[in-house]
């Protein structure tokens, strides 16, 4: 396999590489990167075409990635394309370079529209996925949204001297779910809301009823559900902040601390919802913000029933000189006055008198150490359901190091115990000369689930870079599949690179807070 890429310098505001990757047995794979930039317009469009591959009796292959952002009238009109679509199902596995290649199911495809006026927005969404797996049924794929529809628009605030402001507001919601040999249908959603807000220095109370009323227009192929479905459900809920101060010296340093507890009471009455199908809701993960939220299922076909009251706390530590936060620590729980008879398909009603403690904090004691921890306390049990810690020493942009262990219980049968250490950094050796790394490793079954290393190198002209990779593919109780690879590229400033890539996605998301310098 040999490479040389090519540099077209368009315009000022326009380039494009071409890249001839030739194959002594397949023939000559054409890698072309074309990139635009306007005021009102960016983009890039990549394709990868092999015009006739020798060893699958001369087929054209190819793969095409076209993103593409525009803006009018300073933002007030939005359109983003992300275009993908590969010839063949074994396109990656021949020409990937990284699991985040070789491992797709799916190819996304989608189109975004947006309006952002002063009193209404409105949001129109196309969602399509190619499938490049077809050992997959099409009925287990993901639902395609052409369209999915949102408005929203706000009336106007009614101020009540020293009493508050009262607002309204509504928003309208359509979709339509496509998927092929099953379930289909469109989905109307109408949620108009009244709220009042109390807003002073030291409190903020917001008091809140909407009505939630979902309309399904439906195409059950085995005649599980009616052609019409629908439900209607108000939600009252009150969020009320008090917010409160004082100053602090820890050595030298000037601090600002605060104390800002929260309540928030939700009700919400019980639905049946065993006539409403599963458009992809599901349960949101436990956090501090998540749990003021007023559906703890995400999407439209649920809503859970509550009548509960959140009692949280969060205390910070403010630098008083540029108002940079030092530390922050969230404390927060949930307390039920009655069982969650709402869940998912398969799911049991929830009797549990109250929710699992969590404990969030952030800090940063110094502008190069960070220090980031969660716990999750199941009082019921008596254990620590899930926890988690991650420290970061980054002095400048070259030097990053990271170490993290999380834990999580599993929640269902099915769902296995994790408990793991992450341990990642890039070092330099000298100014031009670096070391990377990341050691994933599950203590639970004690197995390494992503292990690289490699060595960086930099000039003011060229740069290289060569990664050897192991990572876990595939894992039961009888057979490990991992998989083993060397990423090798050079890299010269302003035109390009060749080489086997593809190293910088999981670089990027395995060393966290690193900066690749080819860039």
């Known amino acids: 396999v040999g490479q040389v890429p090519y540099y077209w310098n368009i315009s000022a505001n326009r380039d494009a590489t071409i890249t001839p990757r030739i194959m002594s047995k397949r023939g000559v794979l054409f890698d072309t990167e074309f990139r635009y930039l306007n005021r009102d317009y960016e983009g890039e469009a990549k394709f990868q075409i092999l015009p006739g591959d020798d060893l699958r009796d001369g087929d054209t292959r190819s793969f095409v990635k076209i993103n593409h952002q525009h ?85 106007p605030n009614l101020s009540i001297e ?27 959603s109408m949620r108009p809301r009244i709220e009042h807000s109390y807003i002073k220095s030291y409190l903020n109370v ?10 399904l227009f439906l195409d059950d192929p085995n005649r599980e559900f009616d052609d019409n479905e629908s439900y209607t459900i108000p939600t009252f ?13 820890i050595g030298e340093k000037e601090l600002l601390q605060t104390l800002e507890p929260r309540l928030f009471y939700l009700l919400v009455p019980n639905q049946d919802f065993n006539h409403i199908p599963n458009f992809g809701s599901g349960l949101y993960d436990t956090t501090f913000g998540s749990m003021f939220y007023a559906n703890r299922f995400g999407g439209n076909a649920r809503v859970g029933d509550a009548n509960q009251i959140t009692a949280g706390i969060t205390s910070r530590l403010l630098d008083k000189q540029n108002g940079s936060e030092k530390l922050r620590l969230n404390i927060g729980q949930v307390y039920y006055f009655r069982d969650r008879k709402v869940t998912l398909p398969g799911g049991s009603i929830d009797r549990e008198d109250t929710s699992e403690l969590l404990l969030e904090t952030i800090a940063t004691p110094f502008e190069s150490i960070s220090f980031r921890g969660n716990l999750e306390w199941d009082p019921d049990k008596g254990r620590t359901s899930k926890s988690g810690l991650s420290i970061r020493f980054q002095p400048n942009i070259d030097t990053v190091f990271n170490l993290r262990y999380r834990q999580r219980k599993g929640r269902f049968t099915f769902q296995p115990d994790i408990r793991q250490t992450d341990l990642s950094a890039r070092i330099p050796i000298t100014d031009s000369v670096a070391l990377i790394g990341r050691w994933n490793y599950s203590l639970e079954e004690k197995e390494s689930i992503e292990t690289f290393g490699g060595i960086e190198f930099e000039s003011c002209c060229w740069g290289a870079r060569i990664v050897a990779r192991r990572f876990l593919k ?15 590229q050079i890299h010269f400033r302003g035109l390009g690179g060749f080489g086997k890539g593809g190293s910088e996605s999981f670089i990027t998301s395995g060393i966290s807070g690193y900066t690749d310098p080819f860039e």
């Open 71 to 155: 803006w009018l009238q300073s933002g007030k009109y939005y359109m983003k394309i992300d275009y993908n679509n590969v010839s063949d199902d074994e396109f990656f596995t021949d020409f990937g370079n990284s699991s985040a290649t070789t491992g797709q199911r799916f190819m996304e495809q989608f189109v975004d529209l947006r309006y952002l006026g002063n009193r209404q927005s409105l949001y129109m969404y196309f969602r399509n996925y190619q499938s490049i797996d077809d050992t997959l049924p099409a009925q287990f794929g993901p639902y395609k949204t052409l369209p999915s529809v949102y408005h929203y628009l706000r009336g």
């Open 162 to 188: 020293e009493k508050g402001t009262i607002s309204l507001a509504m928003s309208n919601q359509f979709i339509n779910y496509e998927r092929g040999n099953s379930l289909t249908g469109n989905i109307l």
């Open 206 to 215: 917001r008091s809140r009823l909407e009505v939630q009323h979902n309309q």
């Open 237 to 249: 809920s009150i969020d009320a902040t008090l917010f409160t101060e004082r100053n602090i010296a």
């Open 474 to 488: 595939d894992s039961d109780d009888f057979d490990v599949v991992h998989d083993n690879s060397i990423f090798m």
